[in-house]
């Protein structure tokens, strides 16, 4: 567990999840995952859903984004796969962090669709054991009633954000 300094490190999130994930190898998607992206990727890049359709892990996706996250998603399709790839919040979290660095690092501000899935997750995704793995260690041991996890600290995260 961290320490509860880690999060006002500026660079914390990019040593504990981002670096770690960028090391790691993408698993291939299950076949179901694989035919829901192909559905996905046949919806119109401008598709707009409406707040009572959208899954639980996209709602939560997109209020990281908007209050803790310098990347810009142009293209909900993008929120519509994570959805699909994430069993639970704390997993959606990580893969937007990981996002928020790749993107910082090749200097891209908006995602869309055909940048995550040709360029940022081109071969599959993250394994369930590699996302227990850093959910795991991003764990910050905190002695008052803040969160216990790292991602939840946008200070954390800014060596890898853009300067609004």
């Not at 829901?36 to 401008?46: E, G, N, S, Y």
């Not at 704390?90 to 055909?114: R, S, V």
């Not at 599959?124 to 910050?140: I, P, T």
């Amino acid at each position: 567990m961290l320490d509860s300094s880690y999060t006002n490190r500026e660079n914390a999130i990019e040593e504990i999840v981002y670096d770690f994930l960028a090391d790691c190898e993408l698993t291939e998607m299950s076949p179901e995952s694989a035919k829901t992206l192909l559905m996905i990727a046949m919806l119109p890049k401008d598709l707009k859903i409406k707040d009572e359709e959208k899954p639980f892990i996209f709602k939560i996706m997109e209020q990281r984004i908007k209050h803790a996250l310098t990347i810009e998603v142009i293209d909900e399709r993008v929120l519509l796969v994570l959805s699909d790839w994430n069993q639970s919040a704390g997993q959606a979290i990580i893969y937007l962090w990981y996002i928020q660095g790749w993107c910082f690092k090749h200097n891209i501000t908006k995602l869309d669709f055909q940048l995550l899935t040709e360029k940022i997750f081109p071969s599959g995704m993250f394994s369930e054991k590699d996302l227990k793995s850093v959910w795991d260690n991003q764990k910050v041991n905190t002695p008052n009633m803040s969160s216990d996890n790292l991602v939840d600290y946008p200070v954390a995260g800014l060596s890898i954000q853009f300067l609004k």
